[in-house]
Structures are given as C-alpha cells and as structure tokens.
DNA sequence: CGGTTACCCTGGATGC
DNA sequence: TGCATCCAGGGTAACC
C-alpha cells in the first residue's frame, strides 16, 4: 500500500522531527524485519547518533547518518509505517525510535511484517543497492526514458509500472490511476504503445503523483495512516481504484474490476470506455 | 534472459 | 458461535 506518495508523505513528517536531531536508542522489537545486518549492528548505528537527513528513493524510507555511521533504509512494503503519536497497537509495533529531547519516541509498526530494516555501514553501498534494483524515481524520470524504457518490455503496460526496475514507486493504487488519466488500457502492451500515448502517460504520472501527495496519500481500512494517526484523503478523489461498480467521473460508465496474467492476485480497476483496449490511433 | 508464479505475513470480511 | 476460506499487494526466489 505504500506507494510513492505514502512514503513521501512519511518521509516530510519524520524530517522534522529526524534531520539533525540526535537518537539516543534504537529498540529492535521485531527480528524478522531486520534484512542484511544484525539487531546489534542497528542499534549500536542509533546509540548517539545525529541524524543528517532523511530521503525517499522510490519506497524506500532513508535515514542518513551523520558522520561514517551509515545508513537506515525502512521498506514499509505493505503495512508498514511510522508513528509520532501512539499508534493504535501495541503490539505492531517492530521497531523503536528514540530521540535526544523528545519525550516520545518515533515508531515503525508494521501489521503483517512484511516490511524490511536495514543498516548499511557506507551510504554509498545503499545507493548502489537501490540503483541495482530500480530505474529511475517515478516523480523524476523523462518522458525520453520512460519511452525508452517501457518499449523494451511486452508485457502489459500495467505490470511494466508496476516493476521498480523500470521505474521506482509505483504500485497496485497508482498504476490504475495513472493509467485511467491517460486513458489507457492496463493489459495493453508496453511495447505498442504510440508516442502520443507514452507523452500522455508521463503527464498522468507527474499529475496523479502530485495530487496524491498533496492529500497525504491513500487510506482505506486499517491501512496507511500519516505519521500523526491521520488519513489520506487520495481516494476520496480517485478515480477508478476501489470503485468497481460506480460510475466513471468521465463519461459515467461502471467501473470493472479485473484479474490478469501477469499480475497474480492484484484487483486492476478501469473504465471500459475511457480506457479502451482497442484504440483507433487517430 | 524475459516473463510468470508462489510465497512470505496478518487481520478483517465473508461463508457455511 | 466457531471454523475455514478468501483477500489485500510489495518484493523476491524460483520456475519455465
């Protein structure tokens, strides 16, 4: 559920409280989050450590060290997230965040713990880790080189999205409503795509990336939340995701819910008229 | 190598 | 009420 807009939306709540503080303690609650180092290595890395930023790269949560202490680098994947104000359960709460003169701490909860922790003794060796495994961020990236990037693959233009090695931060949400603003069809093939189309596709990008973070992203059930407990209000305005059966904001068409090869087990939502799988290339 | 699926996880919803 | 099943979907290992 944490998309790119999600984790922008954490990443500006944690800096203000994170960049430049010192953290006093890091508490490992939960081991299984812990990816490529030790529950030693992480919490002697926050033991009187000053913060010296805190980025996102694609989903990707860092945490900057100051001085040669490394990186933290959080993928809250599914359920993760972070919390300034109590969170609701106690007991999803997997790591602890305490910093020098804040009564309380930052927490990262984590429901299904699927969400990964790491500290990366060289920021270099986590930027070159992430540049490994994803193309460029999805709110940078050119019209030139998404073109060039989805022109390389078959597969449909949705699971092309959807791949961080093609471009970084896009995932079930965005990828159906980026695809609707440009009128395109999700089991389209990457690769037949026009350039008129691919031009439309990185403007719906941009803009439907933007929206989001400007509504602090998309909640629904016991999902996402801000860093302060608070909803995001995206999909209050979206316009096909979760919606299947209501009628299209555009020309008043049921919105289908649909299962493909490709992406097993995924909902994609779209508008049968607005995003016809035929088109007439006018 | 490109494309596709299974699996990891838990909690809430649904069905009998 | 109790129990089984399904569903949510980000990421990666493993497969064809």
């Known amino acids: 559920m944490p998309e790119l807009p999600e984790v922008e939306t954490m990443v ?22 812990l990816e490529g180092c030790e529950r030693a290595d992480l919490e002697r890395a ?16 860092v945490v900057r060290l100051a001085g040669c202490a490394g ?15 109590r969170p609701p359960r106690e007991d999803h709460v997997r790591v602890i965040f305490e910093v020098v003169g804040r009564g309380e701490p930052v927490w990262f909860c984590d429901t ?3 969400g990964r922790v790491s500290w990366l003794a060289d920021a270099n060796s986590a ?20 073109r ?43 690769n037949s795509l026009r350039r008129r189309e691919l031009s439309e596709l990185h403007g719906a990008l941009g803009e439907v990336l ?3 973070i400007a509504a602090e992203g998309s909640s ?42 490709g992406l097993v087990g995924r909902s994609t939502y779209y508008c049968p008229r607005c995003q016809p799988f035929r088109t007439d290339f006018r």
């Open 210 to 212: 933007n929206e989001a």
């Open 71 to 85: 990186v933290i680098v959080i993928q809250p994947r599914m359920t993760g997230g972070f919390w300034l104000v």
């Open 127 to 146: 930027e070159q880790r992430f540049a490994r495994s994803h193309g460029p961020d999805a709110l940078q990236i050119s019209a030139a080189a998404l």
């Open 12 to 33: 500006r709540g944690l800096r203000p409280v994170l960049s430049g503080r010192r953290l006093k303690r890091i508490d490992v609650l939960d081991e299984l989050l």
């Open 46 to 61: 926050g033991r009187g450590t000053t913060v010296g930023g805190v980025e996102r790269r694609g989903k990707w949560v």
């Open 220 to 261: 629904f059930d016991a999902g996402y939340r801000t860093v302060l407990g608070l909803e995001g209000g995206f999909l209050a305005q979206n316009a096909v995701y979760g919606r299947e059966g209501e009628a299209c904001r555009r020309c008043g068409s049921a919105i289908l819910r649909t299962r493909f090869p």
């Open 148 to 190: 060039d990037r989805l022109r390389r693959t078959t597969r449909a233009i949705k699971v092309a999205l959807m791949d961080q090695k093609v471009l970084a931060g896009i995932g079930n949400i965005y990828a159906d409503e980026v695809l609707f603003r440009a009128g395109l069809n999700p089991q389209r093939n990457a």
């Open 112 to 114: 299904r713990r699927l």
